[in-house]
């Protein structure tokens, strides 16, 4: 499987953004951002990760995580996708993203949902429990 391999950007802006998110809509690869928060200048900040991948086929599949450290320890918010197919070569209810194993509800196929969290991400620093759950 070939991943694509995108250089690092400081403090990116929207355009440059959506190029790398335009590349990774259609190749395998993965995106990470962070983010400290403003309202919390002494916390570790968010992370959010873009897993794409095509798993050999003609259709994309991307996941998205986004990461927080928390006083508790670090919690990770996806999407819910009940209706996600799964991958026969994986274990029940999983899929591979880059060849690794995940829970196949935390995919989707439609990428205004992955532009629209990115969007969210790098303008307030945070996600939508809307559309992360």
């Known amino acids: 499987m ?3 391999y995108l250089p690092r950007i400081e403090n990116p802006n929207e355009d440059q953004m ?3 998110l335009e590349i990774l809509r259609t190749n395998n690869g993965f995106l990470s951002l962070w983010k400290q928060s403003k309202s919390k200048p002494t916390s570790p900040g968010m992370e ?3 897993y794409s991948d095509n ?3 003609d259709i994309q599949t991307y996941m998205v995580l986004l ?3 928390t006083e508790e320890g ?3 918010r996806t ?3 009940p209706v996600a197919p799964c991958n026969p070569e994986a274990p029940e209810g999983m899929t591979y993203m880059l060849g690794d194993c995940f829970a196949a509800c935390s995919t989707v196929r439609n990428f205004t949902m992955i532009r629209r969290v990115f969007t969210d991400f790098l303008t307030t620093g945070n996600v939508s429990e809307d559309l992360l759950n």
Do not use: P
Request: glycine share 4%.
């Open 79 to 81: 999407f819910y996708n």
């Open 55 to 57: 798993h050999q086929t």
């Open 2 to 4: 070939n991943k694509v």
């Open 74 to 76: 670090y919690d990770v």
């Open 18 to 20: 959506q190029q790398y």
């Open 48 to 50: 959010i990760t873009l």
């Open 67 to 69: 990461g927080e450290e």
